[in-house]
């Protein structure tokens, strides 16, 4: 049976990361990103400190493998 994930509370931004500029949060997700080869062609490029991230792929992920992939990363982030 799948979890139900609908009144799980939504994760927060911590004090450390709003204090950071956008450079260094942008800095900070680079770093995390080279650590895995399946998110080398990943690219940043926003930051926001709400901890919405905007990323740009260099390559075409088939849908059926993006929505775990991206999952996959937001869960290691």
Do not use: C
Request: charged fraction near 35%.
């Amino acid at each position: 049976m799948k979890k139900n994930f609908s009144k799980v509370k939504t994760p927060t931004t911590g004090k450390d990361w709003i204090k950071q500029s956008e450079e260094n949060r942008i800095s900070i997700i680079s770093k995390e990103l080279k650590k895995n080869n399946l998110y080398k062609d990943f690219k940043v490029i926003k930051a926001s400190d709400d901890g919405q991230i905007i990323l740009k792929i260099e390559h075409i992920i088939p849908a059926n493998q993006r929505g775990l992939l991206l999952l996959e990363l937001e869960k290691n982030l």
